[in-house]
């Protein structure tokens, strides 16, 4: 098992930034890529942003390209997810997600974090 905490969010102006963490803990030889997803009230949950485990390869949302980044620290089991140009649209609760390694089509997900884009 690998248990998943976020942490970072808030509220923020429009235009402003925000870091969101992820600390893994627990079966960490298991992580694999890791995605943040998020979702907004009366909306479905959407990927934002995903990395490979080596950190070589990531993927945005086209809704988040140029302004959001997916740095991962494997020393730290941590990822991060750094929001810039933020817009009320942003607001939304945001997920942690790893999938696992060893057992294919398994992923372990946080409780979340709450981010408010307003003025």
């Known amino acids: 098992q690998v248990q998943l905490v976020e942490s970072g969010g808030g509220l923020v102006q429009p235009g402003g930034s925000l870091r969101l963490s992820c600390a893994a803990s627990?079966?960490?030889?298991?992580?694999?890529?890791m995605s943040w997803y998020r979702q907004a009230p009366g909306k479905e949950r959407e990927l934002v942003a995903r990395i490979d485990n080596l950190g070589d390869s990531t993927n945005y949302a086209d809704s988040v390209k140029g302004r959001f980044t997916i740095p991962r620290d494997n020393a730290k089991n941590t990822v991060y997810l750094q929001m810039k140009s933020l817009k009320p649209e942003d607001t939304a609760v945001y997920y942690c997600?790893?999938?696992?390694?060893?057992?294919?089509?398994?992923?372990?997900w946080g409780k979340g974090t709450l981010v408010t884009v307003s003025s």
């Open positions: 627990g079966s960490t030889s298991n992580m694999d890529t």
């Open positions: 997600q790893c999938e696992s390694r060893y057992y294919i089509g398994m992923a372990y």
